[in-house]
């Protein structure tokens, strides 16, 4: 599992965590996710194999989010 760092922007509340959280965790080779609101962080770590870091950054961005990694 390689551990992906990714900031995200645009989310004001819990309930955005969530979404996040609930977009990335049903990618194939995704084995946690983790949300940090205040500073935008989310940790993922992933199986390069399966999941790409274009797959994880482009699942955010369709949902509205900015992502820069």
């Known amino acids: 599992m390689n551990t992906l760092i ?3 922007t645009g989310m004001s509340c819990m ?3 969530n979404s996040v ?3 990335i965790s049903p990618l194939p080779g995704v084995g946690g ?3 940090e609101l205040a500073s935008g962080r989310v940790e993922v ?4 194999a399966l999941c790409d870091t274009a797959s994880i950054s482009q699942s955010i ?3 509205g ?3 820069t990694e």
Do not use: E, S
Not at 45 to 48: A, K, N, Q, R, S
């Open 6 to 8: 990714l900031t995200v």
């Open 33 to 35: 996710v983790r949300v």
């Open 65 to 67: 989010y900015g992502v």
């Open 61 to 63: 961005r369709d949902a």
């Open 15 to 17: 309930g955005c965590v």
């Open 45 to 48: 770590d992933h199986d390069p």
């Open 21 to 23: 959280k609930n977009l």
